[in-house]
């Protein structure tokens, strides 16, 4: 169905190659994942299967790639896509349209297929996937999860042969990545070859028969699932995997916080149009420590986030920061923010430049040490732009670290990470306690035993639960035990 033959790549602004003499073979109804460290020329492959390399993304090609007997290489994109279909790992920059049915529409329309046949395909898509309350939605209104579940119903509806997904699971709650699981076994059941780039393994076990592991763009190991299982932690930390039995428990970090100096939040409060998105009447947390944001998708995490730096037009509501009342406008010049998707704060031609565009003071021996702590040395006149998805992460990272803000939020700081580069953003991270108050959201429960002195759990806008360690429940448990995928 799918094969690699003798396949190397190098993008045109690297003078690395990203894949090197790759040869592959999958086979039709195969379920593949891809694995390996961020920049190990996962995304790559992953791009060579649908046509976008060479087509879109600009380098030097040999070799070439055969999809159903179709080289992918020489065909056009368009005649690609009726074989291939793609989700991306921010589904945002795949739609086409603005909202959901015409969004699901559009591959079949683009195929000139009949409209019967359209409405027919939609029809089944939305019934076996159980989507009918997203239709006829704006996309811009959905949450994170929702418009993941779009993106894969956009490629239901196309049919095709092969899926490929690219980190799909980066930016989604835990209940997000059940549903993505069924959407996923759904296919693999009606005989569709899938290929899935991704770092958080556990939820794949019982979907992919085989594993391919990459590093520095060579197969390092290509074995089966059931094989891949038995391996042990030591062995999967070699290679900068995760675990493959997923520890969901989202316990704060085992260490006392000081309540001495605290920061109010007043009437954090925000709609869109006729929607309450969030609803904090009065908030206490602690000044200078490392909170986690964690909740199911469209909770209001992000908007939440988007209060604290000053971003919101038309916000009412105010922190009380060392006796003084900060309001949007003074909480903006406090605050450094990480957006989910870095792509829109990346600025700079070089690395080096990136990370010390926000300081006050250039300070270069602080700058090198976290470019090091970070992995990012070596790129460092590399433009941002030219990275990989994980690495242009580890730079935003890398700006908000050097930042001289009081107040520095991360949103999904880890999404497309690695272990070992979760585990040194984390160490980053907790490094900053006691000189900077950090909200981190996430959806990643091994960042948050790792760097988190308290957790607050938002649904529907409210918060549903607010915890430290060894916060005891009114029953007098311990309430080290109630942090699961529920919270």
């Known amino acids: 169905m799918i094969k690699f033959e003798n ?20 086979k039709e109804g195969e379920a593949v994942l891809l694995c390996g460290e961020s920049g190990c020329g996962k995304t790559t ?23 159903d007997e179709m080289n992918i290489t ?32 559009f591959g079949p329309e683009n195929m000139g297929l009949p409209e019967d046949d359209i409405k027919a395909r939609i029809e089944r898509t939305v019934e076996s996937m159980n989507i009918r309350k997203l239709m006829d939605r704006s996309i811009f209104d959905m949450s994170g999860g929702e418009k993941q579940k779009i993106a894969c119903a956009s490629v239901d509806t196309l049919e095709p042969k092969v899926c490929v997904l690219d980190e799909p699971s980066s930016n989604l709650s835990l209940e997000a990545i059940d549903d993505l699981k069924e959407t996923l076994k759904r296919w693999k059941k009606a005989g569709r070859t899938i290929v899935v780039a991704e770092h958080r393994l556990y939820w ?19 074995m089966p699932m059931k094989e891949f299982r038995l391996l042990r932690e030591d062995d999967l930390r070699k290679y900068g995997l995760r675990s493959i039995e997923e520890n969901l428990s989202m316990m704060p970090v085992k260490e006392k916080i000081s309540f001495a100096n605290n920061i109010v939040l007043e009437n954090f409060a925000y709609s869109y149009k006729k929607y309450d998105a969030l609803h904090i009447d009065h908030l206490e947390i602690p000044q200078n420590e490392v909170i986690a944001i964690v909740g199911p998708n469209g ?25 003084k009342r900060c309001r949007k406008k003074e909480l903006l010049k406090k605050s450094y923010m990480v957006m989910q998707d870095v792509n829109h704060q990346l600025f700079s031609e070089t690395v080096m430049e990136e990370v010390t565009l926000g300081m006050d003071e250039e300070n270069e021996e602080r700058v090198l040490e976290v470019l090091d702590e970070l992995g990012l040395s070596s790129f460092a006149q590399r433009h941002p732009m030219s990275l990989s998805g994980g690495q242009k992460q580890r730079v935003a990272v890398a700006s908000a670290i050097l930042s001289d803000k009081d107040i520095i939020l991360f949103d999904e700081p880890t999404s497309g990470l690695d272990f070992y580069n979760m585990e040194k953003v984390a160490d980053l991270i907790r490094s900053l306690r006691g000189s900077k108050t950090v909200f981190v959201v996430t959806h990643d429960p091994d960042l948050v035993r790792r760097c988190a002195t308290m957790v607050l759990s938002l649904e529907n806008g409210v918060i549903a639960n607010k915890y430290t360690y060894g916060e005891k429940r009114e029953n007098g448990r311990k309430e080290e035990k109630c942090y699961t995928a529920a919270v």
């Open 7 to 26: 396949v190397s790549f190098n993008y045109s602004k690297s003078d690395d190659r990203s894949v090197k003499n790759i040869n592959l073979e999958i």
């Open 45 to 67: 492959l992953v791009r060579m299967i649908n046509g976008l390399i060479p087509h879109f993304y600009e380098g030097e090609m040999k070799g070439q790639v055969l999809v």
């Open 74 to 105: 020489s065909e056009e994109l368009y005649e690609t896509a009726r074989k291939v279909g793609s989700v991306f790992q921010n589904p945002r920059s795949q739609f086409f349209c603005v909202d959901s049915t015409s969004e699901l529409a």
């Open 204 to 222: 794949l076990k019982d979907i992919c028969d085989r594993v391919i592991c990459l590093n520095k763009g060579e197969v390092v190991f290509d």
């Open 299 to 323: 909770a209001g995490k992000s908007t939440f986030s988007k209060c604290i730096c000053g971003l919101m037009k038309g916000f009412k509501g105010y922190a009380l920061i060392d006796g």
